[in-house]
């Protein structure tokens, strides 16, 4: 079983930074697809960014040369590091793997159907 524990969240102003960190513990996999997700209140879960086995990174639009998406070798930790944080950044943000290796177009097109494992969540206020 896996678990994902999320870090790093807290209160910034615009223009800000934050580091998110995300733990996997349990049955991981390097190869595995890992993202990042934001919900906002009233608002449906969207995708920040995606890594795959392979290290290749993907971006939603609205997050390009402002975010980026990395992981250690060993697949066991996540990183998402903000930068330049807007005010509508402000959501609670997941951590979440696929739990099976997947071809990259799945990982790409990060639907939260396809990922398996999710962690509690860590909140981001810009304000």
């Known amino acids: 079983h896996v678990q994902l524990v999320e870090s790093g969240g807290g209160s910034v102003q615009p223009g800000g930074s934050l580091r998110l960190t995300c733990g996997a513990s349990?049955?991981?996999?390097?190869?595995?697809?890992m993202g990042w997700f934001r919900q906002a209140p009233g608002k449906e879960r969207e995708g920040v960014a995606a890594?795959?086995?392979?290290?290749?990174?993907v971006l939603a639009n609205s997050m390009k040369g402002r975010f980026t998406i990395s992981k250690d070798n060993a697949g066991n930790t996540l990183y998402l590091q903000m930068n330049s944080l807007k005010p509508e950044d402000t959501a609670m943000y997941y951590c979440?793997?696929?739990?099976?290796?997947?071809?990259?177009?799945?990982?790409?097109?990060?639907?939260?159907?396809?990922?398996?494992?999710w962690g509690q969540g860590t909140q981001v206020t810009v304000s």
């Open positions: 979440a793997m696929v739990p099976v290796v997947v071809v990259p177009a799945t990982c790409v097109a990060m639907m939260p159907r396809d990922f398996g494992y």
């Open positions: 349990g049955h991981t996999y390097s190869s595995n697809c």
């Open positions: 890594i795959d086995g392979g290290g290749n990174t």
